[in-house]
């Protein structure tokens, strides 16, 4: 009998640790998919193929701490001209935006206007510059 106890309280501890886990991934996933306002700089930053060869375009990423996050425009509801004129209008070396920013995690070059690399990691989904 005491063999029997000690089973049913390890399932029920294994049952209640694999629920914890659900509730804990929900939660990230409904966080990333929050909507922040953040003031960061923004950086162009020249694109490189996988066989290190500098292209004829720039992508632009936002600066937060150690952190360079990719801006995915095919994502955003800002475009990339958008954000250019915004950022032309800034005097200086350090362009610094307010901008809504949803943070992600995935496939950056899952977008049909340029070439895919499979590349992976964290970016941004512009939604608007204050």
Not at 6 to 27: D, G, P, R, T, Y
Not at 34 to 51: D, R
Request: glycine share 4%; proline share 2%.
């Amino acid at each position: 009998m005491k063999q029997f106890s000690l089973l049913f309280f390890l399932i029920i501890l294994l049952v209640s640790c694999a629920s914890q886990k659900n509730v804990v991934e929900e939660k990230q996933e409904n966080k990333s998919d929050s909507i922040e306002l953040v003031s960061a700089p923004i950086v162009e930053k020249p694109f490189f193929n996988k066989a290190g060869k500098k292209m004829d375009f720039t992508e632009f990423y936002i600066q937060q701490s150690a952190q360079d996050y990719y801006i995915k425009f095919c994502e955003s509801r800002v475009s990339r001209e958008e954000l250019e004129t915004a950022l032309s209008k800034i005097e200086g070396n350090i362009k610094t935006l307010t901008i809504e920013v949803t943070f992600k995690e995935g496939l950056w070059d899952s977008c049909e206007d340029y070439e895919v690399q499979s590349r992976v990691g964290k970016y941004v989904v512009l939604h608007e510059i204050k």
